[in-house]
């Protein structure tokens, strides 16, 4: 079992900053791989961005590549998403996600997670 809590989200402008940091507590959190997803009002959650447990590889969706990096600290057991040039199409809810997993692979789909956090809204003003 592994607890998720994200924190960082927030109100900016278009064109702002934010990293968001999802500290894991529990299992060993270098045996995770580990996502973000998001969701926004009347959508349906969608893929953002992954990273193998071993930090060793990286998936974005089309929408946020070149503006998003995702990372991961095993020594804090935390996760970040760094995420530059926001654009009011990036407003949701931001949620991290870990599957355990014997390979260091990324996973794009969020069937495949075992765990997942509360969230952290993120909202974009234009």
């Known amino acids: 079992q592994v607890h998720l809590v994200e924190s960082g989200g927030g109100l900016v402008q278009a064109g702002a900053s934010l990293r968001l940091s999802c500290a894991a507590s529990?299992?060993?959190?270098?045996?995770?791989?580990m996502g973000w997803f998001r969701q926004a009002p009347g959508k349906e959650r969608e893929f953002v961005a992954a990273?193998?447990?071993?930090?060793?590889?990286?998936a974005y969706a089309d929408s946020v590549k070149g503006r998003f990096a995702i990372s991961g600290d095993n020594s804090r057991s935390t996760v970040y998403l760094q995420m530059n040039n926001l654009k009011p199409e990036d407003t949701a809810v931001y949620y991290c996600a870990a599957k355990d997993t014997s390979y260091d692979y990324y996973y794009t789909d969020g069937h495949d997670y075992d765990y997942w956090g509360q969230g952290t809204q993120v909202t974009v003003s234009s």
């Open positions: 990273i193998g447990r071993n930090t060793g590889s990286f």
């Open positions: 529990g299992r060993t959190f270098s045996r995770y791989a």
